[in-house]
């Protein structure tokens, strides 16, 4: 977040140092480090906050996408209707296709 290298804190360390001074110093750094500690469990929580509520949305669309398709029991049933027809007329076909080939092969052999 902050790009704060070693020379940064040590000049941030000795202003403080001077302006607060040595008596003071620790009890100041236990405070600012409590508040800062408060800061970054504050910030998980509502990151964690934020991310359960994106995937609650994000089943919530899923929920309603498998709500809004067709259920198993039609796609079968579909299915079946439309393959039903063209089964009877591919076999209807092939009937006619072996008849008319015996056929062909009964006038071969007599002729």
């Not at 509520?53 to 669309?61: G, I, R």
């Not at 929920?63 to 007329?89: C, F, H, M, W």
């Amino acid at each position: 977040m902050f790009d704060i290298g070693f020379w940064e804190l040590s000049i941030i360390a000795v202003v403080a140092l001077l302006v607060i001074g040595p008596e003071r110093l620790p009890k100041v750094a236990r405070t600012a480090g409590m508040w800062v500690g408060r800061a970054r469990r504050f910030v998980g929580s509502v990151k964690a906050d934020i991310d359960r509520e994106l995937a609650a949305e994000e089943l919530k669309k899923t929920l309603a996408k498998q709500a809004d398709s067709k259920g198993l029991y039609d796609i079968v049933e579909e299915t079946t209707r439309s393959i039903s027809p063209q089964a009877g007329n591919s076999a209807d076909e092939a009937g006619e296709q072996a008849d008319t080939g015996h056929a062909d092969k009964s006038h071969d052999s007599n002729g």
